[in-house]
């Protein structure tokens, strides 16, 4: 069946440096992304979402790239910070009568002060 | 802000009991999700609501489980007969008419 999926299960990084976290997704029909995250204990927070028909989109310290030729997502985090540790997620919607998310693995990002 | 609210936070119950959970959704949001996580897992969806009816389920959402929107403002999911692999998060989220999912806190089942 169609899922998302990341590459990287765990990212480590000292406090100050640029983040990448990447998710790859096989759904081409889906028409829109969303990265989530999670703190322990808590539900999944919004971060920031594309559309399919954009391949860029910034918000605040947060960047996602889509690439729909290989079916890839991005979330970069400027100047990471202690408290941007967590699991990351990537979700799609596909072409579905409930809109649902279909969420990836999640990626658990720590940053080393 | 508008949040999506879960209670209870935390519930035990013994295998072969019944439970709901109850999610009190953003009250200008028409549409009304559960979604579940096993404890280290990726979310997985269960099933979806609007306009009093399901949308669309999982293939985990069998006739165990079964949605509810008793009144204007409660949204519930009802597990019949828990098992031992039921025991994981719940997340209640809902959404209006545009792009906005809002994600509930949870609440934690744990079947012993």
């Known amino acids: 069946g169609e899922s998302v999926g990341l590459h990287l299960p765990t990212l480590s990084v000292q406090e100050g440096d640029n983040s990448i976290i990447n998710c790859a997704y096989s759904?081409?029909?889906?028409?829109?992304f969303i990265w989530y995250k999670q703190e322990s204990g808590k539900g999944p927070q919004f971060i920031i979402d594309?559309?399919?028909?954009?391949d860029k989109r910034q918000g605040q310290r947060v960047t996602v790239l889509l690439n729909k030729t290989v079916k890839h997502l991005s979330l970069q985090i400027a100047a990471t910070q202690p408290g941007d540790s967590a699991v990351y997620f990537c979700?799609?919607?596909?072409?579905?009568?409930?809109?649902?998310?279909?969420f990836g693995g999640g990626t658990r990002l720590m940053v080393k002060p | 802000e508008p949040e999506v609210t879960q209670t209870p936070s935390h519930q035990v119950t013994q295998m072969g009991q019944e439970v709901i959970l109850r999610c009190v959704p953003i009250?200008?949001?028409?549409?009304f999700y559960w979604y579940r996580q096993i404890l280290g897992q990726k979310v997985e969806f269960l099933v979806s609501?609007?306009?009093?009816?399901?949308?669309?389920k999982s293939e985990i959402f069998d006739d165990q489980f079964s949605v509810e929107r008793p009144d204007g403002s409660n949204f519930t999911l009802k597990i019949r007969s828990t098992k031992l692999e039921d025991s994981a998060m719940y997340f209640c989220?809902?959404?209006?008419?545009?792009?906005?999912?809002?994600f509930g806190s949870g609440t934690r089942l744990t079947v012993v």
């Open positions: 594309i559309r399919s028909n954009m």
């Open positions: 989220a809902s959404r209006d008419n545009s792009d906005g999912y809002t």
């Open positions: 979700a799609e919607r596909g072409n579905n009568a409930g809109n649902m998310l279909t």
């Open positions: 009250s200008n949001h028409l549409y």
């Open positions: 609501f609007y306009n009093n009816e399901i949308s669309e």
């Open positions: 759904n081409s029909a889906s028409d829109y």
